[in-house]
């Protein structure tokens, strides 16, 4: 098992035994060395029982549980509880706002072990009835059902690009020529369906060797002749498979690529139904059109787009000279400062801005004063080092309820620039949200408006913003607005990039990174970003470290 791995059995078996009502003391415990394992940067599973000791919280039971795990991939004390757990409490406790002791008195009390009979016992206002619940928490739990539920079938763009190359894979083992289209060749944010080419004369002979192919499923009522239809094993996001002669492909791939809106848009059926396509670009260039790329291609905002500027002008990965917006062991992360910065060093980026979570995030480890010190004293050596490479000074503050930043003045004039992030209290209604984002974006210290909705997608619907007068704030104050690239948030949603580039704001691709390898998930960013229509020239790290350290000045 990994680190992550085994974190995730020992938190959920602090889960089932506060659902059980195990012992308190017991359940508490296990969840203080799972928070200090997930922190250790090694590999948990190359240590000895004297080393696992020395990580706190570790004692001696809880070391048999973690050996077990490495050894044989399982635990008795998991299995066990596991054996005693209907199936379905799994699935509740993944409901926000409903921790396990809540889930294990709806059990008790009601019986109930799945989402739908959860669903049913909120519509008849049963659950407001239980002690500690009340008519909100009875609320926001239905709201929460019935948003899991419509979101059951569909994968985030991390998620589905994984298992489109699985795909993808078997399928160039079988036909000619394969192609990726639908939702993800368009870097859609959410996925609910994936799409494929394959190209081949042989119809009934192509669906049989799709069916060969290891974890695929057909639904035989709803596949055609030319297209196949089924689920991937393990998986519920329905997949298409397309089934092309030779002499269609052209026409297509363009037309299984782009959304019907833009198709409708250009019209493309008029002008190309019946006529070979030899590649997208003809397509334009017969309609005298400017091309639009891919991912762009949604019938939303890419022609008055297109009217100003050319695919050409779009951000791209190694236009990044810098990550921004990035953890370390001084809060939730799990390399330390040193390892993240070199980290960036060696991807070619010129410089590294750490923004730990600020002294409001306890549960974040959030840095009071005194370590903020000692963090920019260590940044201050480090920078000593390197004549090429530079560590910026920035903090992820909380914005407060009030609107407030999460250190007085003389505390955040401190820092190179600061991170303004919403974490709590996010259930709010505009009246709430506007007041309180707007007054954050106004604070003369706040440099970047961090994940501005705080979404995450397919788990939590971000809080409602008037984005327009969000994004003129954010003018006015010289402010950066965050596109966060972590594929948990991508947040800016993309349709508002078009938008900040239209009113000159800059966006800052940041990865979120808690550790090493959320680095790379700026890539996620400037894959929506591009179907936002970001434009290097916009783009806060594509600037290099000096015109950036003037961005932040506001000078």
Same mark, same amino acid.
């Given at each position: ?35 200090? =394992? ?78 739908? &009979? ?14 500690? $619940? ?12 019935? @948003? ?26 079988? $036909? ?13 944010? #959410? ?7 394959? &190209?081949?004369?042989?119809? $009934? ?19 055609? !002749? @030319?297209?196949?239809?089924?689920? $991937? ?13 030779? &002499? ?11 959304? !019907? ?6 019209? @493309? ?13 003809? #397509? ?19 022609? %008055? ?7 050409? %002008? ?45 002294? /409001? ?56 620039? #600061? ?24 604070? !003369? ?25 969000? =994004? ?25 990039? /078009? ?57």
């Amino acid at each position: 098992m990994g680190n992550d791995e085994i974190v995730d059995a020992l938190e959920l078996l602090v889960k089932l035994w506060d659902v059980h009502g195990v012992n308190e003391f017991k359940s508490k415990n296990l969840a203080f060395a799972a928070r200090g =394992l997930d922190k250790y940067p090694g590999k948990i599973s190359s240590l000895t029982e004297s080393e696992l000791l020395q990580i706190p919280g570790v004692g001696k039971s809880i070391v048999k549980i973690i050996l077990d795990l490495i050894q044989i991939g399982s635990s008795s004390d998991l299995d066990g509880i596991l054996e005693q757990t209907p199936p379905g409490i799994l699935n509740l406790l993944k409901i926000k706002g409903l921790g396990p002791k809540k889930v294990g008195l709806i059990w008790k009390e009601f019986g109930i072990t799945d989402l739908d &009979d959860l669903l049913i016992a909120c519509e008849e206002n049963r659950l407001e009835q239980l002690k500690g $619940f009340g008519k909100a928490v009875q609320e926001n739990v239905q709201l929460y059902i019935q @948003f899991l539920k419509q979101n059951s079938k569909k994968l985030r763009l991390d998620k589905a690009t994984h298992l489109s190359q699985i795909i993808l894979e078997q399928l160039k083992s079988k $036909f000619s020529q394969v192609a990726e289209a639908g939702e993800l060749s368009r870097n859609c944010e #959410v996925i609910s369906e994936l799409v494929f080419l394959v &190209d081949s004369t042989d119809i $009934f002979g192509s669906g049989s060797l799709i069916n060969s192919m290891d974890g695929m499923e057909e639904d035989i009522k709803e596949s055609s !002749p @030319f297209t196949w239809r089924g689920l $991937f094993h393990g998986h519920l996001l329905s997949i298409q498979i397309h089934i092309i002669s030779p &002499d269609q492909w052209g026409n297509a791939l363009f037309q299984q690529v782009a959304h !019907p809106e833009h198709l409708t848009a250009i019209q @493309f059926y008029k002008h190309f139904q019946g006529k070979p396509i030899a590649s997208d670009k003809e #397509v334009y260039d017969t309609l005298a059109l400017p091309y639009i790329i891919p991912e762009m291609r949604e019938g939303f905002k890419e022609f %008055e787009w297109s009217q100003k500027h050319q695919s050409d %002008e779009l951000v791209q990965y190694s236009d990044l000279k810098g990550c921004l917006h990035n953890h370390s062991t001084y809060s939730d992360g799990k390399n330390t400062l040193l390892e993240m910065a070199e980290a960036c060093r060696a991807q070619g980026l010129q410089y590294f801005g750490i923004a730990d979570h600020s002294q /409001y995030a306890a549960y974040a480890n959030g840095l009071k004063e005194d370590r903020v010190i000692a963090q920019q004293e260590e940044i201050d050596q480090l920078n000593a080092k390197w004549s090429d490479f530079s560590i910026l000074k920035g903090i992820e503050a909380d914005i407060l309820p009030d609107g407030s930043l999460d250190y007085d003045a003389s505390v955040l004039a401190r820092f190179d620039y #600061v991170v303004a992030s919403v974490h709590a209290q996010l259930a709010m209604d505009i009246d709430r949200s506007m007041p309180r984002v707007i007054k954050a974006i106004e604070n !003369p210290y706040t440099s970047i408006l961090g994940h501005p909705t705080g979404r995450l997608l397919l788990t939590r619907a971000g809080f409602p913003l008037h984005m327009d007068k969000i =994004l003129d704030a954010c003018k006015a104050n010289g402010v950066s607005i965050e596109l966060n690239a972590s594929p948990y948030r991508l947040d800016l949603d993309w349709r508002y990039i /078009y938008d900040a580039m239209d009113k000159g704001i800059y966006v800052s691709i940041n990865p979120d990174a808690h550790q090493i390898e959320g680095i790379r998930d700026m890539e996620y960013g400037v894959k929506v970003g591009r179907k936002g229509g970001l434009l290097r020239s916009l783009t806060l790290n594509a600037l290099n470290v000096q015109d950036l350290k003037t961005f932040f000045k506001k000078a």
